[in-house]
T-cell receptor
Framework: SQTIHQWPATLVQPVGSPLSLECTVE??????LYWYRQAAGRGLQLLFY??????ISSEVPQNLSASRPQDRQFILSSKKLLLSDSGFYLC???????????FGSGTQLSVL | DQQVKQNSPSLSVQEGRISILNCDYT??????FLWYKKYPAEGPTFLIS?????DKNEDGRFTVFLNKSAKHLSLHIVPSQPGDSAVYFC?????????FGAGTTVTVRA
């Protein structure tokens, strides 16, 4: 069966520090991969998605970036965090078009 | 630009009664719709979906209705149980990117 791992679960970082969140998927090949963010009291905002290794599409201009170094690995990064980057970050995967997304357990990021 | 809207941020319902959650969308290209349930500090979990070729899909206590002409869908939960207390997200897509609504917090009262 397929599983998705996301870590860390909680992260507290000072403003201006770097960020690296990692997500891996097991049990499937060539998944579509996604990073979403849920800000406090708001819905799920799509940040990045990838349909293949090295293929990254950005949905929202910001100081975050994403990379897909391996087929089932998706990384969210920032060189310098802002206060507004605080939120609940979710990694997800799907098998293709018009398929449901399976989400990881999320990372609560607090930038102070 | 919010293409999927859930205009009711919260809903309180008595245990055993029906919960009705509503969702509207603006993009007429959307052809696949989903509902997710989310507990605090956890990732959303898939509940039920419906294709635009249908107007109803049922799975146990959960039924989703789609009205394409009104660009509206709803989720019915019957009967509501305490474990149903969570945030429910509506989502829609016409390819592989899901657009989500802001969510509705459901509280089931004993």
């Amino acid at each position: 069966s397929q599983t998705i791992h996301q870590w860390p679960a909680t992260l507290v970082q000072p403003v201006g520090s770097p960020l690296s969140l990692e997500c891996t998927v097991e049990g499937t090949s060539n998944p579509n991969l996604y990073w979403y963010r849920q800000a406090a009291g708001r819905g799920l905002q799509l940040l990045f998605y990838s349909v293949g290794i090295g293929q990254i599409s950005s949905e929202v201009p910001q100081n975050l970036s994403a990379s897909r170094p391996q087929d089932r690995q998706f990384i969210l990064s920032s060189k310098k965090l802002l206060l507004s980057d605080s939120g609940f970050y979710l990694c997800a995967w799907s098998a293709g078009s018009h398929e449901k997304l399976f989400f990881g357990s999320g990372t609560q990021l607090s930038v102070l | 630009d919010q293409q999927v809207k859930q205009n009711s941020p919260s809903l309180s319902v008595q245990e055993g009664r029906i919960s009705i959650l509503n969702c509207d969308y603006t993009n007429s290209m959307f052809d696949y719709f989903l509902w997710y349930k989310k507990y605090p500090a956890e990732g959303p979990t898939f509940l039920i979906s419906i294709s635009s070729i249908k107007d109803k899909n049922e799975d146990g206590r959960f039924t989703v209705f789609l009205n394409k002409s009104a660009k509206h869908l709803s989720l019915h939960i019957v009967p509501s149980q305490p474990g149903d207390s969570a945030v429910y997200f509506c989502a829609a897509t016409d390819d592989y990117k899901l657009s989500f609504g802001a969510g509705t917090t459901v509280t089931v009262r004993a």
